[in-house]
């Protein structure tokens, strides 16, 4: 059975620091290691990795595949108190199904 | 168009009620989900739709039954529904093809659904 595992579940930090947000998983086939963004209602997309080692980056964040050792990272620098959010991983087979992580409930402090 | 539109935004109904969730999508994407999340738990697949053919039920109970009319809507029925079934329902839509989707997958906002 495919499965994603976050970690840390909660982190609670100042503004200003650096994060790093780490998701594992296992999976049958895979195509894709999704990371979104969830604050009230709909998960916002950030990335997408299939490629190991290729880094993705949008602004402060950034996100790197390692397919041999099967984790991701997700780092945010900089935080601010609009990154509080929970960040959810989530992989793709062929199957279409994305399975998901539990999530990393992040919260920045002023 | 980038977005999925859910309606409605809340909906609350007794549990002899039938209601609909509608999901809308106009970005050409012809594959469309439907997501269960409960309070600080992950969405989890319930439907996937594939050029508007039932591709993938993960074991869902009979009281919820999709239907895709066309490419661009995705429906959710449902009746007789239980106070355990409360939660944020999420519609989601995305590329089809041989490569992984190329912006992942689009998640509408949301029904939040009470059953009482």
């Known amino acids: 059975e495919d499965k994603v595992v976050q970690s840390p579940l909660s982190l609670v930090v100042h503004e200003g620091d650096t994060v790093t947000l780490n998701c594992s998983y296992e999976v049958t086939n895979f195509r894709s290691l999704l990371w979104y963004k969830q604050e009230k209602k709909a998960p916002t997309f950030l990335f997408m990795l299939?490629?190991?080692?290729i880094e993705k980056k949008s602004g402060r964040l950034s996100s790197i595949l390692d397919k041999k050792e099967l984790f991701s990272i997700l780092n945010i620098t900089a935080t601010q108190t609009g990154d509080s959010a929970v960040y959810l991983c989530a992989v793709e087979g062929f199957s279409q199904k994305l399975v998901f992580g539990q999530g990393t409930r992040l919260t920045i402090n002023p | 168009d980038t977005e999925v539109t859910q309606t409605p935004k809340h909906l609350v109904m007794g549990m002899t009620n039938k209601k609909s969730l509608k999901c809308e999508q106009h970005m050409g994407h012809r594959a469309m989900y439907w997501y269960k999340q409960k309070a600080k738990k992950p969405p989890e697949l319930m439907f996937v739709?594939?050029?508007?053919?039932?591709?993938i039920n993960e074991s869902v109970p009979s009281r919820f039954s999709p239907e895709c009319p066309n490419s661009s809507l995705l429906n959710l029925h449902l009746h007789a529904l239980q106070p355990e079934d409360s939660a944020l329902y999420l519609c989601?839509?995305?590329?089809?093809?041989?490569?992984?989707?190329?912006?992942?997958?689009?998640f509408g906002s949301g029904t939040r659904l009470t059953v009482v």
């Open positions: 299939t490629s190991s080692g």
């Open positions: 739709y594939s050029y508007e053919k039932l591709s």
């Open positions: 989601a839509s995305s590329q089809v093809g041989l490569r992984p989707p190329s912006y992942g997958y689009t």
